[in-house]
């Protein structure tokens, strides 16, 4: 087993190949599949964590405004779930991967406020564009 220390390189990289003394790497930035991929699991256990949430201050007779709970959990869910998905497979924090992360809690509100097929149909039309 090779190790990033005999390499020269940081754990954040991923060695692509090594050519003699000469190393390349590729530090990995978010994908459009992987952030619509993301989206989907987030918004789901989002839907599922706010009807919980709802049921606690219901029970509890706390009066609250549901978009805002949704957004409270979105944003949680969002940031918290693509900060440990990129702590899980070693994917560094860098500038592009920090604003992936923030558009990943942003398009989970959207994405659980307005439901999925709208959201679906606006990243198409983008696409196109």
């Known amino acids: 087993m090779i190790l990033y220390r ?5 754990k954040a990289e991923i060695p692509c190949r090594i050519v003699g003394a000469k190393k390349e790497t590729k530090v990995f930035d978010m994908t459009i599949t992987l952030f619509i991929s993301l989206v989907t699991v987030f918004a789901t256990a989002t839907s599922l964590i706010t009807e919980a949430t709802k049921k606690v201050l219901d029970g509890k007779g706390i009066q609250y405004a549901s978009n805002i709970v949704v957004c409270i959990v979105a944003a949680v869910v969002g940031i918290g779930g693509t900060a ?5 497979t070693a994917i560094p924090f860098t500038g592009a991967n920090i604003v992936s992360m923030i558009l990943m809690g942003v398009a989970v ?21």
């Open 6 to 10: 005999e390499l020269g390189l940081k």
């Open 84 to 88: 440990a998905y990129y702590a899980l």
């Open 109 to 129: 509100a959207v994405g659980s406020m307005v439901g999925y097929d709208k959201v679906m149909q606006a990243i198409k039309q983008i696409k196109k564009d």
